[in-house]
């Protein structure tokens, strides 16, 4: 998560129901603030947070694993679902990694959402995305600079994905999640594709 725990989960107005809670836990997932895989404060915790008692909380936290937002893991916590999915089936992302041409129009279709979200994020970005940015820059160049080519990918989708949340357009933001999936998946892996 990118932001402080204790700023997330702001407390439920007066009259405290279980919609409420779902609506911002909702908010923060839509937002990517909360992302896959996330787990979520204690239940104690996060009713405190929230203001609210923990029957109210457990009801709101079972219609969101009902929606299929987050999962409860037996005696492990709760967590964020895998609500980003895929943009492709597995059987076509193997097809479209076996083919040039289709690599070639998947690097396209990337490099336009990236520009478009390389405008947004150029002219919304707050305060605390360029201090995201800037430290996502450094970690990248110290990547290129150990000759480390794991490093260096990982620390470009991080890139990415940080561009991404500095453009404050939800739809894109998880767009792009989806497509980046592919390469952290190992697909269209090849250094001069991705880097060149």
Known sequence: MTEDQDD????????????????????????????????????????????????????????????????????????????????????????????????????????ELEGLTAELAATRATDFDRDILTRVIERMRAAHASGSFDDELEADIELHNAIGESAHNIILLHTLRACYRLLTRGIFFHRSAVFG
């Open 8 to 111: 997330l989960y702001a407390r439920i107005s007066h009259s405290r129901t279980a919609d409420e809670v779902v609506q911002q836990i909702e908010l923060l997932i839509l937002e990517g603030i909360l992302r896959d895989g996330d787990r979520l404060p204690g239940e104690r915790d996060l009713s405190r947070r929230f203001e609210v008692s923990r029957p109210i909380l457990r009801e709101a936290l079972k219609e969101l694993e009902a929606r299929g937002l987050v999962e409860s893991r037996h005696g492990g916590g709760t967590f964020v679902a895998d609500v980003v999915g895929q943009i492709f089936s597995k059987p076509l992302i193997e097809l479209i990694g076996r083919h040039h041409k289709a690599t070639q129009d998947y690097l396209e279709f990337r490099r």
